[in-house]
């Protein structure tokens, strides 16, 4: 039996994620990285515990509550594979530790050091081993990104990422 793979993801509003999506289809010919829409992990990678169901952790999800978040400090940033939109936003990162604290000992979290303390919101918005493209500061034409949808995702495994399979979803509301 596959043991599967979940994030939780916060979605961005359209509008933006539009200009993100064609921003990668211009340069990698796919509105997609990792087979999904621009998006920022809430909860990174994880699998379930042994005798935990999919369902609980979907309830959880469905219950947490979150409003629409909009984030309007951000920038570009290079790691070694991947170029991205470091994101800085309290209300994010509570949000997150919140998630994490309510999934507790339900689940195994893949690469726990990038959890809590260690959690950095960003964007991915390209997948570039090779450095082929040079992508400045300029490319990002928007002064905010709201963050409107909250989805549960069946993923790929780490070294595939060959699929994304949306569990749950649901749109968030006004604070």
Known sequence: MEIKNYTV???????ISKKIERLRIDLIGS????N???HVSLKRRFILKPG??????????????LPIITATNFYLDYWPEVTIVKIENDNIINKHK???HLLGDRI????PEYENDGFKIHLTLLRDPEH???ITQDVI?????????ISLFEIGEPQKRNHAIKIYSRKLKEA
Do not use: G, Q
């Open 9 to 15: 993801l916060l979605m961005l509003e359209k509008s």
């Open 31 to 34: 509105p997609l990285v990792d």
């Open 36 to 38: 999904l829409l621009p």
């Open 52 to 65: 935990i169901a999919e369902k609980e952790i979907v309830k959880i999800v469905k219950n947490f509550s």
């Open 98 to 100: 919140e998630l994490v």
């Open 108 to 111: 195994v979290t893949i690469s």
């Open 132 to 134: 082929k493209f040079t």
């Open 141 to 149: 034409s928007f002064d905010k990104m709201s963050f409107d949808t």
